[in-house]
């Protein structure tokens, strides 16, 4: 079975700087998808970002990229220039290629409380 | 566009009575459903999930079931609610199709007193 592994419970970060989100995965595929979801206070989950296994380069979107490595099955995501906004809860999640029914489950870590501090 | 309801957004329910919370989905056809629920300070813990009308799986035994009357509805349910059913409880949905992420519902704050 899949597990998901976010080590740091909480974190925080100056406003403007850099952090890093850290999660760490186990399976056994070759093909699959990671995700960073955020959840704000209001406790929506909204997608940050998405990588697909089979790509080597990292996924960026603005002022969040991930590092992929496939091989440490390690995918952290990091947060530059961090703003008030980016306060939330984090979190990775892993989800299967679809080549079997029903095994498009997500699996997800326990979160990463991020503050921002002004 | 897409889009996925779930309601009530907070409910507070005695022990022993029973519960109905209920998902639907508008703008695509033949999701993927998924009810996961998240205790204070924990992750989400996937529940159910259906793939087609009158398909569930059950990820872990539980006071809980689900049902997927229609195409574009997933319904959570439980005849007595336990202390230990209290928690915050998400729908999402996701297309069925390979390269895809699961989209939220805004989640049920359900309290068992």
Request: glycine content about 6%; some cysteine.
């Amino acid at each position: 079975a899949q597990t998901v592994t976010q080590s740091q419970p909480e974190m925080s970060v100056q406003e403007a700087e850099t952090v890093t989100l850290s999660c760490t995965y186990d399976t056994s595929e070759s093909d699959y998808y990671l995700f960073w979801y955020k959840q704000p206070p209001s406790r929506q989950m909204i997608l940050v970002i998405r990588q697909e296994a089979y790509k080597q380069q990292n996924a960026t979107e603005n002022r969040f990229s991930v590092n992929f490595q496939k091989a440490a099955k390690s995918f952290s995501l990091k947060i530059s220039d961090s703003q008030l906004g980016d306060a939330a809860m984090y979190f990775c999640a892993y989800r299967p290629w679809r080549s079997n029914f029903g095994n498009e489950k997500l699996t997800f870590g326990t979160g990463t409380r991020l503050t921002i501090i002004p | 566009s897409q889009t996925i309801h779930q309601w009530p957004a907070t409910l507070v329910q005695p022990v022993g009575s029973p519960l109905s919370l209920e998902c639907t989905v508008e703008g695509t056809s033949n999701p993927n459903l998924y009810w996961y629920r998240q205790a204070a300070g924990r992750g989400l813990q996937l529940l159910f999930y259906s793939v087609g009308i009158g398909q569930i799986s059950s990820e872990v035994p539980q006071n809980l079931s689900a049902s997927r009357p229609q195409d574009r509805q997933f319904i959570l349910s439980s005849k007595k609610l336990l202390l230990s059913d209290s928690g915050f409880y998400l729908c999402a949905w996701s297309v069925n199709r390979e390269n895809t992420e699961a989209f939220f519902g805004q989640g049920t704050r359900l309290t068992v007193v």
